[in-house]
């Protein structure tokens, strides 16, 4: 089964707030991807977090890996409409690049 | 450079049908892999490839074969189409460990 869990699966939010979203995985991670996925299109790499503790920043998007890098969180500020899409964890487990995805979240925006 | 190309971009197949999905990636990449993505489930990997002549199973192989004769290309064949095949399929492509995947536009299919 899954063993990359995330929430929430929908995401309604009103343009302007922030949110985030959560991902988690029952085993230890050697590292953490996140990818976004616009409607009808492909999923596209946002970032990659190796580190316990890690936390990084992509202008309105903040990325963070837990100290005992079993979860991830992604917070956005200020949603716009163009953050409109599905954002995927996947969690990598061994070396070679075997992603195992979380579910997604998918996030809409009311202007 | 393309990136990743997927051909075809629709397909419809009858049940017990065989095809096969074309992945190409110009960006001399060793590893590849193919994903099904069906709603609420995310991606999940079906075969991947650490380089060419070499394959393994992900978590969902059943009723899909590949083959990696060249490093750019990774078809994916479906032996005999179900309906559970339905889906829409991704290839990707990453240059090595711990690296981003490049994913190409995808594949829908439908078996009837």
């Known amino acids: 089964g899954q063993q990359v869990m995330q929430i929430p699966q929908y995401q309604h939010v009103q343009e302007g707030e922030d949110f985030t979203t959560y991902c988690n995985s029952s085993t230890t991670l050697s590292n953490i991807q996140w990818y976004k996925q616009r409607p009808g299109g492909h999923p596209v790499f946002l970032i990659q977090?190796?580190?316990?503790?890690e936390v990084k920043k992509q202008k309105r998007l903040t990325f963070q890996f837990g100290e005992a890098k079993k979860n991830s969180s992604l917070h956005i500020t200020a949603t716009q409409t163009t953050d409109v899409g599905t954002y995927f964890c996947a969690g990598e487990k061994d070396s070679w690049g075997k992603l195992q995805f979380g579910a997604g979240t998918q996030v809409v925006v009311t202007p | 450079n393309a990136g990743v190309t997927q051909t075809p971009k629709f397909q419809v197949l009858k049940t017990g049908q065989s095809m096969t999905l074309q992945c190409a990636q110009d960006?001399?990449?060793?590893?590849m892999s193919w994903y099904r993505q069906d709603p609420g489930m995310g991606l999940r990997l079906i075969h991947y490839?650490?380089?060419?002549?070499?394959?393994d199973q992900g978590e969902v192989p059943n009723g899909y074969n590949v083959s990696r004769s060249t490093t750019e290309d990774f078809p994916l064949r479906l032996l005999s189409a179900a309906p559970s095949q339905t889906s829409v399929y991704f290839c990707a492509s990453s240059s090595g460990t711990l690296g981003e995947q490049y994913f190409g536009p995808g594949t829908r299919l439908t078996v009837t």
């Open positions: 960006m001399n990449h060793e590893y």
């Open positions: 977090l190796v580190k316990s503790g």
């Open positions: 490839s650490v380089g060419a002549g070499i394959t």
